[in-house]
Nanobody, 119 residues
């Protein structure tokens, strides 16, 4: 059973920082596309950032310049450093791995970790 496990969430004040981590087994970290998503209360899950196995990175405009995604394939970990947090960053953050397939991609998800930013 493929598993991803997030950690590092918590309650912080606006302007502070948090670092999220995602760990998994080796088969997960051979997957090219990994990333973070988040879901605020009453809203749909939204994409935050993606990193490829080779280190290519993309960010949602809402977090660009404040969040940094990284991964260490040898240690089977991925991280999201979140600085200058805003109340609108509040939500459950999910780790994601996506295998590209010809017909339908295969996706793996962690259980999520709560991030709450107070104003």
């Amino acid at each position: 059973q493929v598993q991803l496990v997030e950690s590092g969430g918590g309650l912080v004040q606006a302007g502070q920082s948090l670092r999220l981590s995602c760990t998994g087994d080796g088969s997960i970290f051979s997957i090219n596309f990994m990333g973070w998503y988040r879901q605020a209360p009453g809203k749909q899950r939204e994409w935050v950032a993606t990193i490829t196995r080779g280190g290519s990175i993309n960010y949602a405009d809402s977090v660009k310049g404040r969040f940094t995604i990284s991964r260490d394939n040898a240690k089977n970990t991925m991280s999201l450093q979140m600085n200058s947090l805003k109340p609108e960053d509040t939500g459950v953050y999910y780790c994601n791995a996506r295998e590209v397939r010809a017909i339908k991609d295969i996706e793996y998800w962690g259980q999520g970790t709560q991030v709450t930013v107070s104003s």
